[in-house]
């Protein structure tokens, strides 16, 4: 049990503040049972997750879709759709800054080539190119989003690190003041990629794809496409008595270079953005 969580990103720390302790219900008790689900296919297996209210993190589950779904159906779909956005949201935002990242890339899809309209073709395309920059860049690390256009078109955007192999070529166009690359290995579309200089910046970017009519289209499907190696964060939990609480985020204030709180009905959570470390 806790009610604050530091995260060590390489590009400066963060500390979140929640109004209660984490895994309880408002009323104090466990939750037990959870109340939000996801099935994903990943490398060709269908695998169902359970999110773990204890570590706010999705566990494989060892069960089908079918087996979580209560039969009465009394569900809240909408907040579950909430739910599930926000923890890809959540989960896509911390490998983003739990790694150091190279370039920002843009993927789209020629029409004559790929149905850019239908999300499960993209999807599939997608896999094809990721696994040619894995043999092409054995040491290739990728963190990759879709983003459904308002025209309907899916295209894909991503940070890359350890892929200088994949063959870069200057546009001859700038973005302000970074020159912007295409992509020689990518063959599917058009390509865009940006040297990234500001890797905290760009993180809180990417999640901005995560939106609630990209969740509606791909229920049961992958929202998020990461490497392997990539790095993950080391976090630290603490329980704050009520006393400390007040004297603990008035420090926290004072040396954040950020700060900001969201939550639900039930939880809110003060956010610091820190520069470096803080003591526990």
Do not use: I, Q, T
């Given at each position: 049990m806790y009610n604050v969580k530091l995260y060590k990103y390489p590009a400066g720390w963060q500390v979140r503040v929640y109004s209660r302790p984490v895994g309880f219900r408002a009323d104090g008790?466990?939750?037990?049972?959870?109340?939000?689900?996801?099935?994903?296919?990943?490398?060709g297996d269908t695998v169902a997750y359970r999110y773990n209210p204890y570590t706010q993190c999705r566990e494989p589950f060892g069960g089908t879709l079918a087996t979580l779904v209560p039969e009465?159906?009394?569900?809240?779909?909408?907040?579950?759709?909430?739910?599930?956005m926000c923890r890809t949201k959540n989960r896509v935002?911390?490998?983003?800054?739990?790694?150091v990242w190279d370039w920002f890339v843009t993927l789209t899809f020629d029409p004559g080539k790929v149905d850019s309209m239908c999300y499960d073709a993209c999807v599939s395309k997608l896999g094809s190119f990721l696994r040619t920059c894995?043999?092409?860049?054995?040491?290739?690390r990728y963190l990759m989003v879709p983003e459904h256009h308002k025209s309907g078109r899916f295209h894909f955007h991503g940070l890359?690190?350890?892929?200088?192999?994949?063959?870069?070529l200057d546009s001859g166009k700038r973005d302000g003041r970074h020159v912007v690359y295409n992509i020689g290995s990518y063959?599917?579309?058009f390509s865009t990629a940006t040297r990234i200089d500001d890797n905290r910046k760009v993180t809180q970017y990417i999640g901005k794809y995560i939106t609630k009519e990209l969740c509606a289209v791909s229920v049961g499907r992958k929202r998020y496409w990461a490497s392997r190696n990539l790095a993950e964060a080391e976090t630290e939990e603490y329980f704050l008595e009520g006393s400390e609480r007040e004297p603990y985020c008035n420090g926290l204030a004072d040396m954040a270079v950020y700060m900001k709180e969201f939550g639900s009905d039930d939880i809110t959570v003060q956010c610091y953005e820190l520069g470096g470390d803080v003591d526990g």
């Open positions: 008790e466990p939750r037990d049972v959870p109340e939000v689900w996801d099935c994903f296919a990943e490398d009465d159906g009394a569900k809240d779909p909408d907040r579950s759709a909430k739910s599930s935002y911390y490998l983003a800054r739990s790694n894995r043999r092409k860049c054995p040491d290739v890359f690190a350890g892929c200088d192999s994949l063959g870069f063959k599917l579309g």
